[in-house]
C-alpha cells in the first residue's frame, strides 16, 4: 500500500492533499453535530473516501460490502442513507477517470463484452419510450444497469495480478458475512418473521440483510459457485509445484509476486461450508435448483476433456436422484423440492381455488399471467425497462391486485418491460457470456481457471433461479459487474498468454533459420 501511496502523491500530490483535506475539515465539522454512534459511522466512511482516493478498488470493495444492506439500512436504521453504496460506487469511477485525465491517458477498454452489453442498454432504453411513471421506475432500472457496464469496464482496465486476490478476498468475505447473519437468523437468535417460520416455528428462514430469503439465497447460491469453482480447481491440480509455477508465471508481472495467488484449501473450505448451510438454511427452492445446475455444469467444466465432464455430472446427478428415490434425502427437502408440481399449471389461474397450500405458487403463477399480457398488448418494446410493476394494475388477475414489484419469472419480467427485442437481446448478451466463460476455462490453468469455473457455475446459477425470481435487487447488480469484469480479465490475460507465446514461437523460428544459415 506504501508504493502505491508514493506513486499516487508523485502523479498528482496536490489533488490529493487537498481531497484530503478537505474530507477531514468535513468530518470534522459534521462531528460537532453527530452522536458518538453516528460519528464512528462517519469517520468510518471518511477513512474509506480516503482509501478510495489512493486506490479505487477500495472504494469498490466498500460498495460490495455495504450494497447488500440496502433493505436492512432502509427498515432498521433509517440516519444512514439506504442507498450509500451507491456513494462509493461513484467515487470510485470518478477517481478511475480522474487518474486517466491527470495521466493524458483516459481510454475505453473494449473487452468483448461491451458489444452485447451496449446493445441490451439501447433495447432497454427504447422501451422507456412512452414508459409509465418513467423517473420512479424506468430511470432507476436502466440506472442499475448502466453502472453494470461502467463497473465491467473499470474491472476490465484497472484490475491487475497483484489486485486479483484482494478483489477475490471481498467477495468472499462479504459472502461469509452475509452467511454468518442467515446463520444467525435461523436458529440462534430464536424468533423471527412469522411469514418465515418453518418446521413448526422452531427454525426461520434465513434472509440475511436482504429482509427476503429467496434473492438472498440467488446471492449466496452464486457466491458458493465461485468459492465451489476455485476449490474444485485446486483439487484437480493436486496442489503440484509445477502448477504453482504455471500459476505464478501466468499471473505475476514479476517471478516475485507481491501477494499471495489464491486463498488456499484451509481458507476456502470453512466459507464453503458457511455459504452451503446458509444456502439450505434459505428453504429458497429457486436457489436450490440453481445451485443444483451449477454444480452440475462446472462438474462438466472441470476434467480437461468434456466427455470426461459429462460423465462425472451424469454420476452428480444420477446419485441426487437415487438419494430421492431411497429415501435418503431428508423428507422436508425433498418435499420443498417437488410439492409444488401439484400445483403449476399451464392454464388461466383466475378460477383456480385458493388455499395456504397453494398461495405462493398460485401468486407467481398469477404475476406469470399479468406478464404474458403485457408481451401480448406490447409485444416488441414492453411497457418501460423496469415499469412491469406500475404497468402491472392494468393487467392483473381479478384475485391479485397487489403487484410483487416483479413478475417472479425474470425472462418473462424482462419480455413484459422491453419486448421481444429486449428480451432476444438479454439472452443474446448472457448466451455469449456464457460461452466466453465456457472458453476460458479450455485455455487457463491455475486460479485463472478455478475462477473461470466458478463463473461458469455463477451465470448458470442466476440463469437457473431466474426462472423462479428476479436476482438484480437489494444491489446485487453491482456484484454480477465485477464478475462480469473477472470474466473481462480472464479472456484479456488468456489473449496476453497467447500472444506471449506466439512471439516465443516465432524468436524460436528466427533462431531455427539463423541457425539453419550458419550452418550452411
Given at each position: 500500500m506504501g508504493r502505491v501511496l508514493s506513486r499516487t502523491l508523485a502523479w498528482n500530490g496536490p489533488l490529493i492533499t487537498l481531497l484530503v483535506l478537505g474530507v477531514?475539515?468535513?468530518?470534522?465539522?459534521?462531528?460537532?453535530?453527530?452522536?458518538?454512534?453516528?460519528?464512528?459511522?462517519f469517520v468510518g466512511l471518511a477513512i474509506a473516501g480516503v482509501a478510495t482516493l489512493i486506490e479505487p478498488l477500495a472504494g469498490l470493495a466498500v460498495a460490495l460490502f455495504l450494497g447488500p444492506l440496502r433493505a436492512y439500512l432502509s427498515a432498521e436504521v433509517p440516519q444512514v442513507p439506504a442507498q450509500i453504496a451507491h456513494v462509493f460506487v461513484a467515487l470510485t469511477l470518478a477517481i478511475w477517470l480522474?487518474?486517466?485525465?491527470?495521466?493524458?491517458?483516459?481510454r475505453i477498454p473494449h473487452p468483448p463484452l461491451l458489444?452485447?452489453?451496449?446493445?441490451?442498454?439501447?433495447?432497454?432504453?427504447?422501451?422507456?419510450?412512452?414508459?409509465?411513471?418513467?423517473?420512479?421506475?424506468?430511470?432507476?432500472?436502466?440506472?442499475?444497469?448502466?453502472?453494470?457496464?461502467?463497473l465491467f469496464l473499470f474491472i476490465s482496465d484497472h484490475l491487475k495480478p497483484r489486485l486479483l486476490p484482494w478483489l477475490l478476498g471481498v467477495l468472499l468475505v462479504t459472502g461469509l458475512f452475509q452467511a454468518g447473519v442467515g446463520m444467525w437468523q435461523f436458529g440462534l437468535r430464536g424468533e423471527g418473521p412469522e411469514h418465515f417460520a418453518i418446521f413448526g416455528g422452531r427454525f426461520y428462514r434465513a434472509y440475511g440483510t436482504f429482509e427476503q430469503p429467496n434473492p438472498y439465497a440467488g446471492y449466496i447460491g452464486m457466491t458458493l459457485s465461485l468459492a465451489i469453482g476455485m476449490m474444485a480447481e485446486m483439487l484437480r491440480g493436486k496442489g503440484t509445484r509445477r502448477q504453482r509455477d504455471k500459476e505464478t508465471l501466468f499471473l505475476s508481472p514479476s517471478p516475485c509476486p507481491l501477494v499471495p495467488l489464491s486463498p488456499g484449501p484451509l481458507v476456502l473450505l470453512p466459507i464453503i461450508i458457511?455459504?452451503?448451510?446458509?444456502?439450505?438454511?434459505?428453504?429458497?427452492r429457486g436457489a436450490w435448483l440453481g445451485f443444483g445446475a451449477a454444480v452440475s455444469v462446472m462438474a462438466v467444466a472441470l476434467p480437461r476433456k468434456t466427455h470426461w465432464g459429462l460423465l462425472l455430472a451424469a454420476v452428480l446427478v444420477v446419485g441426487a436422484l437415487g438419494l430421492y428415490a431411497t429415501g435418503l434425502l431428508p423428507a422436508s427437502v425433498a418435499g420443498r423440492l417437488t410439492d409444488f408440481a401439484q400445483d403449476v399449471r399451464f392454464e388461466d389461474v383466475r378460477g383456480v381455488g385458493i388455499n395456504d397450500a397453494n398461495y405462493a405458487v398460485i401468486e407467481r403463477l398469477a404475476h406469470w399471467q399479468a406478464a404474458l399480457e403485457m408481451i401480448?398488448?406490447?409485444?416488441?418494446?414492453?411497457?418501460?425497462?423496469?415499469?412491469?410493476?406500475?404497468?402491472?394494475?392494468?393487467?392483473?388477475?381479478?384475485?391479485?391486485?397487489?403487484?410483487?414489484?416483479?413478475?417472479h419469472n425474470y425472462y418473462l419480467n424482462i419480455a413484459a418491460e422491453t419486448g421481444i427485442i429486449g428480451l432476444a437481446a438479454y439472452l443474446i448478451l448472457w448466451g455469449i457470456v456464457l460461452w466466453q466463460t465456457w472458453q476460458a476455462t479450455r485455455h487457463t490453468e491455475g486460479l485463472l481457471r478455478g475462477l473461470a469455473i466458478g463463473l461458469l457455475g455463477t451465470w448458470t446459477h442466476l440463469s437457473?433461479?431466474?426462472?423462479?425470481?428476479?436476482?438484480?435487487?437489494?444491489?446485487?447488480?453491482?456484484h454480477v459487474a465485477v464478475l462480469l469484469g473477472l470474466l473481462a480479465f480472464i479472456i484479456r490475460r488468456v489473449s496476453e498468454s497467447a500472444s506471449q507465446r506466439n512471439i516465443l514461437n516465432a524468436d524460436q523460428i528466427s533462431d531455427f533459420g539463423i541457425e539453419a544459415l550458419a550452418g550452411i
Open positions: 477531514a475539515l468535513a468530518a470534522g465539522l459534521l462531528l460537532i453535530r453527530l452522536t458518538p454512534l453516528d460519528g464512528v459511522l480522474a487518474r486517466g485525465l491527470a495521466r493524458r491517458n483516459l458489444l452485447p452489453l451496449g446493445v441490451f442498454l439501447t433495447a432497454a432504453l427504447v422501451s422507456l419510450w412512452g414508459a409509465v411513471e418513467l423517473p420512479v421506475y424506468g430511470v432507476p432500472e436502466f440506472i442499475k444497469w448502466v453502472q453494470i457496464l461502467l458457511a455459504l452451503g448451510a446458509a444456502l439450505g438454511m434459505s428453504w429458497s401480448r398488448h406490447h409485444l416488441w418494446t414492453g411497457v418501460g425497462f423496469g415499469c412491469y410493476e406500475p404497468a402491472y394494475s392494468r393487467f392483473a388477475l381479478i384475485n391479485w391486485p397487489i403487484a410483487l414489484g416483479h413478475a437457473v433461479h431466474h426462472f423462479l425470481d428476479n436476482l438484480y435487487v437489494n444491489n446485487v447488480h453491482l
